[in-house]
């Protein structure tokens, strides 16, 4: 059975962001199929940010001292999201873009996971190695202006940011990408926008479930 992790990263709801409401689609399409689906919510879960409160708690672990609250909770945060990464074949993500790029809690999520020994390693010449080849990524992204022309696309670190990180230091295979874009720039045709793309969401969920068959 394909294990499928779902990394939710929008808490506002379905009726009001349209990454949330792409999430919706894909889980609703995917219900009842042969996939051993998941949810890692980043918003649900406790995700103390990362920082020097986590750096010094490796340091205390190897030298066998006491954990503050904070560091017990951010070890076995951290320790939760690359158990989920672990058990997954499959990582699907439905996130917005704010601001240019991605959700500060989702962002967290990465910190925890990015990991040298975990993701990735050095070979004897210095040269990186992806460790996760052997899985595959998702993208449901939603963004209210268009960043797929020329003169917006340098601006993008969103969608590019997420492939480089899982398509490129981590090396999963990416087999599927939605973008929805521009219904915020075109009030008019917003309705139009995002059925289409939420049409691309249900096949996007039907082509793994026709994967899911195949292996």
Not at 71 to 97: C, E, G, H, N, Y
Request: charged share 20%; hydrophobic share 45%; aromatic share 10%.
């Amino acid at each position: 059975m394909t294990n499928v992790l779902v990394v939710k990263a929008n808490n506002r709801p379905a009726d009001q962001a349209v990454s949330s409401k792409m999430y919706e689609t894909f889980m609703g399409e995917i219900k009842g199929s042969n996939l051993n689906v998941s949810v890692y919510d980043v918003y649900e879960e406790d995700t103390p940010y990362f920082g020097q409160d986590l750096l010094e708690a490796f340091g205390k672990v190897q030298n066998g001292e006491e954990l503050s609250d904070l560091q017990k909770r951010t070890l076995a945060a951290k320790q939760k999201a690359m158990d989920a990464i672990s058990a997954a074949d499959v990582v699907v993500f439905a996130f917005p873009l704010w601001n240019l790029t991605i959700p500060a809690k989702l962002h967290t999520f990465i910190d925890y996971v990015y990991a040298a020994g975990f993701a990735f390693k050095y070979d004897a010449n210095g040269n990186l190695v992806s460790l996760m080849p052997e899985k595959k990524a998702i993208f449901l992204n939603a963004r209210g202006g268009v960043y797929s022309i020329p003169e917006t696309a340098p601006m993008e670190m969103c969608v590019n940011y997420m492939r480089n990180v899982f398509g490129g230091i981590f090396g999963m295979e990416i087999i599927n990408e939605v973008i929805i874009e521009g219904h915020n720039a075109a009030p008019d045709k917003a309705q139009e926008i995002i059925e289409k793309g939420l049409e691309e969401v249900k096949a996007a969920a039907n082509h793994l479930k026709t994967l899911a068959i195949e292996a």
